[in-house]
């Protein structure tokens, strides 16, 4: 072969390479290689928070069913979920040992507050995409300062806010009540709705009464939260003291405008169990779709989401609103990673997750769209309110913006 | 070792200087070969450890019992933290002051709660454990105590990088300085439990009444081995928060004082070694259990923690001892 | 002036919840000299099986007394299988044993029942008592069955000479099988019976606080206090002591404290009346001579 064939044969190669689609090039960071993507989690799978477990058991069904079916791009996922048992301590200890010995890709859906704070500058500093945190604190939309966290859920402070300017434009010389749990959830609402409220916030709010997560019931809170003459009561609370509120405040005849927070917004686990009729006339915030709501009954990813709890977790309830969640969660997790293709860097991944343009996911109510850009990291940009009419919860108003 | 004890119960002055220097080497070299994760994982040990031995002095030596030395872990932790966060105070002069902070709120707590016995104080103990992340949330202390939210440091950096050819970072340097504060503070505990106040606590736990005739002014005995106890229990929280790097009302939960006794009494009271071997039974048998079962761990824990009363009821330690004392060993206790 | 009525009775229901339980942790110290830390986990774990009867189609009472009889053998159960080896170990083993037993029940009910909240049924009617705004009919019921209870219990410990003899094998082991008293057996009736008023009381407390594995923990910190405060080895001073912290807890977070500091306050109160009179309201003092 004379030099003019080789050379014309090399560029030929050399052409043909530069052509070829990525594909060829593989990239992986630890956890990632052409068999299995390893994600790791912490969840409160005991001890105060643990009804909250339910979400990583559906997450972690989700991917089983993944691999079952094939794999995210030809890869199974390795879904690593450990107990931190709410305790920050023990959240750094697991998420330690997630990163320095399981060496996961990246962390998904670590729950609460608090033990996401105690790892917050630590995931960061090592560059470990920790990403679609289960909790709405405005913290994580941190751009500049912790460009590794993305959280999932609405904030809460945006929430609390969308509920005080509803007040505000709805009942402007309304008398109002609050009922919170005394940590930073409770004081996240709390916040926000007096932010957004503004300066009639001292003038509106004519009584506030707090709980812990230790007490056994809120009854007396309630009596106190009627004897002050309010009107209208925010209701801040976990599923159980939800329902409890919700069942006593019915039952001592007060009847307020009820606005209730999305954390305890599900029908399934609060609101069936408070009594249906009690919650008439309740205002929340809704996002993702229910497992009761005969709306769905024929959308493809509710079939989905309870034929995957039918066969991987069937001790779960449909009608949990735990359930939906994580499995909201799970399939936004796999569409990021999917987009991401072969190319499994963790600065890619971050490049996918915080450039999601208007990605209606699926479990989500059409029209709740995920958005993320580089200086904004809150997935959704806007809140739909909903009222309860004994059955499910009827959107009303257009999805306001929040932020 | 317990230091203290031969097989007639006396004091024992000397101590077994060759298992002692072993132990020590063998501590120092470890953070060399252990993953960073693992050093962290002893370093927590080590404080735990602190904390039990704080416990151990209370409870097997002066007989009285804490349902809530979670509450000085929380007062140690935070005092580092507001320190370290508020006033720019060095990590390493943090942990003084946590514990004579903690000897003066035990003290000061032990002074009243002494007058109860047995399951009132144990109430009493009790009691405070649950108030006290109340009062680490409390709006009006929020700008000291960061309220729900908690507050976050930094963790340090050492200030040598390497020692003799090996590398130390970060973790490596706490894992010394934890091992540094618990040497110093068994040190202090051998030392305060072997001279006359141990007998006086010892006496004060098996014959109360027989002491006071002899004249041992008992409440004030009482209230300072609380107050000891909590210092000790101060120091090994200002360590854990310096490790953690972050305290918040949620890691200080009634849970974590109910699992201080139960280290305690699994590692066998009145044994210094057997804070060792309780504090790593609390630091990883849970894990451990996690993996055997993902569906109940915590019922595998509960069902271990019965198994070992029943088979050990000394403890690890008193379970070490019988083996020793089986293989014909002189009994120094260990 | 209503809303202090409305607060009042709103702590007399809560503490009617407190003094169920504390009956329930008097049975067992006065049968067996042990605080049992686990039984609001038994009373739990109790009340799912109510509640796994329940769903399974069995009227309400059916359900009721089956859950007392599988109570009862589970206490049982659990003294002979688990409590009897430590017996004579020292205190703290034992309440390490208790410890155990109260995270393997939470753990256990956690996995078969999950954390959802369940509703539970209450056997009183749903429309309140005599119109009256500020108490359930349930609430008034359940106060009413904890009252029952404590006179049965009372009776039974001052009366028979079963309670007698139980009474006999707490206090001095030694002597009482000197005179043939069957001390063992003594003991594990002890537990059954204190598994059967944990049941009873959880299923009067499901129907308030909703059914969940973690249902009793808040609860049991206040049995206990209402136990210590009337006295631990006193029944009625138990019910006493369970409404009377129910009201001052109440009463507290309303008009005093507010609620974010009520938990403190009410705990230092009660560590304060403990230290007045260290052996609680209604409680023996006992008397040591050298």
Redesign the interface.
Known sequence: MNKRHMILGSVAIAAATALTPALAQKKYDSGASDTEIKIGQTMPYSGPASAYGTIGKIEAAYFRQLNDQGGINGRKINFISLDDGYSPPKTVEMVRKLVEQEEVLLLMGTLGTPPNSAIHKYVNSKKVPHLLLSTGASKWNDPKGHPWTLGFNPSYSSEGRLYAQEILRTKPNAKIAVLFQNDDYGKDYLNGFKDGLGDKAKSMIVAEASYEVSDPTVDSQIVTLKGSGADTFFNVTTPKFAAQAIRKADDIGWKPTHYLNNVSASVGSVLKPAGLEKSVGLVSMVYIKEGNDKRWDNDPAMMDFKALIKKYAPEVSPDDGNATNGYAIASLMAHILRLAGDNLTRENIMKVATSLKDYQIPMALPGVLASTSADDFALFQTMQLARFDGTMWVPFGKPQSVR | MTLLKTTDGSPAQQLPWLQIVVVMVAACALPFFL???HV??AS?VLSTAIALVGLNIL?GYSGQ?SLGHGAFLAIGAYTTAILMDKFDVPYWATIPVAGLVCLIAGFLFGL??L??????L???T???A???P??L???HLESWTG????I?IL?PDPPITSLLGLTLNSDRWLYFVALFVTVAMYWFAWNLLRGRIGRALIAIRDQP??AA?MGIDTSLYKSLAFGVSALFTGVAGSL?AIL???V????F????S?TL??GM??GG?TSLAGALYGAAFVQFVPNLA?QIS??????I??????VL??VL?GGISGGLNLLWSKLGRRSVSV | METFIHQVVAGIATGGVYASLALALVMIYQSTHHINFAQGEIAMFATYLAWTLINAGLPYWVAFFGTVILAFSLGVLIQRVIIRPVENAPVLNVVVVFIGLLVILNSMAGWIFTYTIKAFPSPFPKEPPFGLSFISSHELGSIGVTLVLLVMLYSFFRFTPLGLAMRAAAQNPVSSRLVGIRVGWMLALGWGLAAVLGSIAGMMIAPVVFLEPNMMSGVLLYAFAAALVGGIDSPGGAVLGGFLVGILENLLGAYVIGTELKLSVALVLIVTVLTIRPAGLFGKVIVTRV
């Open positions: 993953s960073n994760y962290f994982q927590m409870t019992i009243p709660a007058k109860l016995e047995g399951h009132y144990a109430l009493a009790f009691a405070l649950v108030a006290l109340q009062l949330k409390f709006r309220g729900v939210q908690g976050v963790k009444t027989a005739l854990s953690v790097a972050f918040a009302p949620d890691s939960t009634v849970f974590l109910i006794m139960v009494v699994v009271l996690d993902k569906a109940a761990p915590w019922a824990f509960g069902t271990l923690l019965i009363m029943i009821p």
